[in-house]
């Protein structure tokens, strides 16, 4: 545990010290900020649910960027070290492997909670302060889709540490990340999309729509936050598919929480066994 | 003698290449061993098997009693480490650095400064790696090979990039290390540097050890000839030649000077005869046969046979 917790340190110690803290903070801030106050434009000021409607822009802004994001930070995490010498000498101490990946994955985690926690905490905090009334109910809604991001950011580190212990150099593990993060996020819910309409509602029935839907975190991460609650599907449209899922907010975070542990333990896996 | 590192018939292969076959010595506490080979004879994998950073395919290995690679740490707590190439984060200080790995093995970061003071960084140790030149580099990785007062020291080319000051302050504390009871492994090309400070010389060539042994026995098994030098008079040069026969394998250097290549057994019957009084002899000069000279005869005389 203490090893873990060394390693960890020393992922957010770097990451300060190379801005990688304040680049992602000041950005997520910054989109946050922007979103919540050119984003209430549509509704106009007679909107009283207006953290509702940030909570819908900024899910989709997280959508976008936290995996590319978790990715960035992450495909280098395992070969980088490789590459560049600092691993063999990290693993001539008395440290498994499994507590330096585990500590990175803490250390990146904390990078992009803070980042993301305050990021788009300034956006509701700057609502609040500018005389907004928001009820408890909204604020519930707003912790949920903060948690889910950094959820959803965890399961995409997991990602890019299962390809950065898998592939034998950086130049590789960026390109297989920038395909991984094009897939889940553009071309997924494109083919899926071209499916249910070529289909016409014959063969895919609701019960594997779910589970396609399953299959893709960002996905996972939509539904929560667009259904979780009543007023959040009205503004985001969603409320029909609300209805019709199977997929409760429980087992939605369950899902998500799989795609962080299993990619993970992947990783753990082709990183024991590689040879040095 | 306590033997601290044993390796027991131990062969490793990477796909169809055996880097290192059916090596087996041991290491006993408080010497220097010199680890001597060409670039791919097998040096940093069997650091890296000591280690426990890979699995021998066939054999066994005990480091301080355990198995490197079973995941057991005791070991390695005592056990310090110099890659070959040092390389660190660069965006941390050199003193963050240490303090990292003073924290994996559980010093206290007390120990920090005097380290980086013995290594000469003291005046750097709050600049970032990134700004350290070769040389600092290297010195930084000697201090963290040095955290937790190792028994086992495994040095893979540790004097590259050193400046000749340096190196001496290094084998000092080297020797010091030695003489409280360390087992100091160097690995490195640099084998006229190594033949002061290593007590004993292990010689690998394409995986296989080939030699092992004091300086003084591989001398012995080697049967190289000592040079000697004779410097004799202008008007001497003429007649030395029958004075010393047989001479045996001899030849002129310039006008006054011979050198012969001399056995270890006739060396000091023809010692005697050129120092006789009354000789020609002005000046003479006695070289044994360098590391440099025994490595190369043992890896030819292992290409012979093959």
Known sequence: MRNILIVAGKEIQEGLRNRWVLATTLLLAALALTLTFLGSAPTGNVGVRALDVVIVSLSSLTIFLVPLIALLISHDAIVGEMERGTMVLLLSYPVARWQVLLGKFVGHLAILAFATLVGYGAAAGALAATGTTIDSQSWVAFASMVGSSILLGAAFVAVGYCVSSLVRDRGTAAGISIGIWLLFVLIYDMGLLGLLVVDQGRTVSGSILSALLLLNPTDVYRLFNLTSSGNVSAFSGMAGVAQTSHLTPPVLLAALAVWALVPLTLAAVAFSRREL | ?306
């Open chain 2, 1 to 306: 003698m306590t033997v601290t590192v044993e390796i027991h018939d131990v062969t490793k292969r990477f796909g169809h290449v055996e880097a290192v076959r059916d090596v087996s010595f041991t290491l006993p506490e408080g010497e220097t061993i010199a680890l001597v080979g060409h670039n791919g004879a097998g040096k940093t994998t069997l650091l890296k098997l000591m280690l426990g950073l890979i699995r021998p395919s066939r054999g066994n290995i005990r480091v301080l009693g355990e198995d490197p690679a079973a995941g057991e740490f005791a070991a390695r707590r005592r056990l310090g480490y110099l890659p070959e190439n040092v390389s660190f984060n660069s965006a941390l200080t050199g003193r963050e650095t240490l303090a990292f790995y003073a924290r994996l093995k559980r010093e206290g970061s007390g120990a920090l400064a005097p380290l980086l003071e013995r290594v000469g960084l003291s005046h750097a140790a709050d600049r970032r790696v990134g700004t350290y030149s070769k040389g600092m580099r290297q010195r930084l990785g000697l201090a963290q090979a040095l955290l937790g007062a190792p028994r086992i020291l495994l040095l893979d080319e540790p004097t590259t990039g050193l400046d000749p000051a340096l190196r001496q302050s290094f084998y000092e504390i080297i020797e010091e290390l030695r003489g409280h009871g360390a087992t100091v492994l160097l690995s490195s090309h640099a084998l006229t540097e190594l033949e002061e400070r290593a007590g004993r010389v292990v010689i690998m060539n394409r995986g296989l050890k080939v030699a092992d042994g004091s300086l003084d026995e591989l001398r012995r098994i080697a049967q190289l000839p000592t040079r000697i030098r004779l410097k004799v008079a202008a008007s001497g040069i003429a007649d030395v030649q029958s004075r010393l026969a047989p001479l045996g394998d001899w030849r002129r250097v310039n006008g006054h000077m011979l050198e012969i290549a001399a056995g270890s057994d006739q060396k000091i019957e023809l010692l005697r005869r050129a120092t006789a009084e009354s000789g020609p002899i002005e000046d003479v000069d006695v070289a044994p046969p360098t590391l440099d000279e025994l490595y190369a005869h043992f890896l030819r005389s292992q290409e012979v046979p093959r």
